[in-house]
């Protein structure tokens, strides 16, 4: 087989596969759900009624939306230059870790929001930046590299929670103090158990958006990912880009962890993060890596994770199916998405 | 400094060495295959727990051990060719693919767990390897313990690594699979199939990450833990660059590994572990995989075609 470029592909292509490798994952999803032994037509309604069956399904989704709307982003942003950052975890707890200390008296208010949210920003860029140069400057790849950070990180974590940042109060449980009341995000709506960390996901996708159709950066991102030689022949410095590249994604991730200390949790711990930075390559490339979209499918794959777990309980599937629905969606979508492109031909 | 000699000279520091190394080998030497095959197989992290998980599942529901070993070659193939399937044919980015197929092994093995044992607390047990009895070389004083009291299972990962470097260098199919991985259109000039050699490496290789893993419930524990590979494969991914993409490198790299490796666990209970807190301990063979990422980048020979996929009739 060989493949052939298509060269006007019809919109019915463009908009019909993705979906179709939709309908291929709640496909799967019936599947596994008749291998273990349960109706495969009422999972589906049970997911969906867990997710946004009610005003506090709805609440959960989105909460739980927020800080893979931000690894998203992170993640949408690097993969469009072809950084790939697989390192979105590690600047998690980078960004988590600022909100901790900068949030439990350092600073007061009204300062302590905006300085803990860009130091946050400042730690997970940083984070970022040692794999960037090491592979700018030496080559070495920052596939791996990321990912090996990503266990320091968390081993990090370990350290600060049982050493300099331990909870005296926490009665043996590894976590950190407590954040002040001061350096907690409000709620979005008062009595609602949304806090304003969402608001500010949705801000960020708006400003990516904009740095990506509207500026220089933008359009030095895109020419860099789709074709780094042709770049630095038109006299693109295609090492700055990536560098600054990395700085917004490194941020963006930070600003995951810090909106779950701020905004949900209130302190660190080391189950902070289900693998929340993971989970954002899932959202980036069910999003192909649109900003906008990465809003909308961090709210499905959010959706599909609390709908499992309700599910989980009544029908007795296990709630790894949110993890398998996702990974196969994530596969199904970039073979659809090469498919809309190319044409498979015999020869 | 004394406890760090005494630990170096110690018998069993060596063992634990060889021991740690073993699985180490297994799966860099599968991920080796697919790299030089022009394949960067990032599935490896979950083929490995694959294998880990469907090897001790095999024997725990009654097959034999290396009946185990088998299913999880098996498995770790069949998570390969989907691997291979999405990367070769189609050409789709290997990085995305590769974690895909880490994130949805990862998963498949948890599900299949959780569906299977529904209200275990604490993973069964299984009888694992026993160290082999080697005659004569066994009884030797200090060497004896060192280095041949292992399972058959680790003297299975030396074995596995002369043949993939003996395979590699001396037989035609190696000089193939090599030069698929440097100049893909060559091979194809000469009436070879460019997607059948390197599907068959990537499918081969998975096949070895899994039985990497499977050493993990089969010979070093007895029980399946859901983070038990825990950034193993990754480190395999940074050992076969330390290797510079040869089979005796890369197993000289990953022996130097599990040296360090079995070092920090033995210094946590001197006086520097006393000190120092153990996180860095833990984090020493992450840290080390990134210095020998660093180390070798200068005089990398990465196969030219490593990530570059071969579509017939394209230049």
Request: hydrophobic letters at 60%.
């Amino acid at each position: 087989m060989r493949l052939e470029p298509i060269a006007n592909p019809s919109p019915a292509r463009r908009l019909g596969l993705p979906a179709l490798a939709l309908v291929a994952t709640l496909g799967v999803a019936m599947l596994l759900a008749l291998v273990a032994g349960a109706n495969p037509f009422a999972i589906l309604g049970q997911i969906a009624t867990g997710a946004l069956g009610s005003k506090l399904a709805i609440l959960e989704t989105l909460n739980r939306a927020t800080p893979l709307i931000f690894t998203g982003l992170a993640i949408a942003v690097a993969f469009r230059a072809k950084l790939w950052n697989i390192g979105a975890e590690a600047q998690l707890y980078a960004g988590a870790i600022m909100a901790v200390v900068l949030g439990t008296g350092a600073l007061g208010s009204p300062l302590v929001l905006p300085v803990s949210a860009l130091a946050a920003m400042l730690a997970g860029a940083a984070l970022l930046l040692g794999p960037v140069l090491l592979k700018t400057r030496l080559g070495v790849d920052e596939v791996v590299t990321t990912l090996l950070l990503n266990f320091i990180m968390l081993l990090f974590v370990s350290y600060l929670l049982e050493g300099p940042m331990k909870d005296p109060m926490g009665m043996g449980w590894p976590k950190s103090t407590p954040l002040i009341p001061e350096a907690r995000l409000p709620r979005l709506v008062e009595g609602l158990r949304l806090h304003w960390g969402f608001a500010l996901a949705i801000i960020a996708a708006v400003i990516v958006w904009v740095i990506q159709t509207r500026t220089t950066l933008g359009f030095e991102i895109r020419a860099v990912g789709q074709n780094p030689e042709a770049a630095r022949f038109a006299g693109m410095p295609v090492n700055a880009v990536m560098v600054k590249t990395a700085l917004l994604s490194g941020g963006l991730a930070a600003l995951a962890g810090w909106s779950e200390v701020a905004g949900l949790k209130g302190h660190l711990s080391s189950d902070l993060s289900p693998g929340f930075g993971y989970t954002g390559i899932i959202v980036a490339m069910l999003a192909l890596l649109h900003p906008l979209g990465v809003v909308v499918t961090a709210i499905f794959v959010a959706g599909i994770f609390v709908g499992s777990d309700a599910m989980s309980r009544a029908a007795g599937v296990p709630t790894y199916i949110a993890d398998m629905l996702l990974a196969t969606a994530l596969l199904f979508m970039v073979l659809a998405i090469l498919l809309t492109k190319v044409r498979v031909v015999r020869g | 400094m004394s406890e760090i000699v005494d630990i170096l000279i110690s018998a069993s520091f060596w063992a634990a060495v060889i021991r740690i190394a073993s699985p180490l080998i297994l799966a860099t030497m599968g991920e080796l295959i697919c790299e030089r095959a022009g394949v960067l197989n990032l599935g490896i992290e979950g083929i490995m727990v694959i294998g880990a998980f469907t090897g001790w599942m095999a024997v725990y529901q009654g097959m034999p051990l290396w009946g185990g070993v088998a299913v999880a070659m098996g498995a770790g193939m069949l998570f390969g060719l989907l691997h291979a399937t999405l990367t070769v044919p189609f050409g789709l980015s290997q990085h995305v693919v590769g974690l895909g197929v880490t994130l949805f092994a990862t998963a498949s093995a948890s599900f299949a767990y959780r569906l299977m044992l529904p209200e275990v607390t604490s993973p069964p047990k299984i009888e694992p390897f026993q160290p082999l009895e080697i005659p004569v070389l066994g009884d030797l004083p200090w060497l004896g313990e060192a280095l041949f009291s292992q399972t058959a299972l680790t003297w299975a990962a030396f074995a596995v690594a002369g043949l993939v470097a003996f395979t590699l260098y001396r037989t035609p199919l190696g000089l193939a699979v090599r030069a698929v991985g440097e100049n893909p259109a060559a091979v194809e000039a000469q009436g070879l199939s460019v997607t059948g050699l390197r599907m068959g490496a990537v499918i081969v290789g998975s096949g070895l990450m899994a039985v990497g893993g499977a050493f993990l419930t089969l010979s070093a524990f007895s029980s399946f833990f859901f983070e038990m590979v825990n950034g193993r494969g990754w480190i395999c991914v940074a050992l076969v660059v330390f290797g510079a993409w040869k089979p005796g490198k890369a197993v000289l790299g990953a022996i130097l590994f599990a040296a360090f490796d079995a070092l920090q666990i033995r210094l946590q209970q001197t006086d520097l572990g006393a000190v120092l807190p153990y996180q860095l301990f833990l984090a020493l063979p992450f840290i080390l995989s990134i210095l020998a990422l660093i180390l070798m980048s200068r005089r990398a020979e990465v196969p030219a075609a490593l990530m570059v996929p071969y579509n017939k009739g394209e230049r």
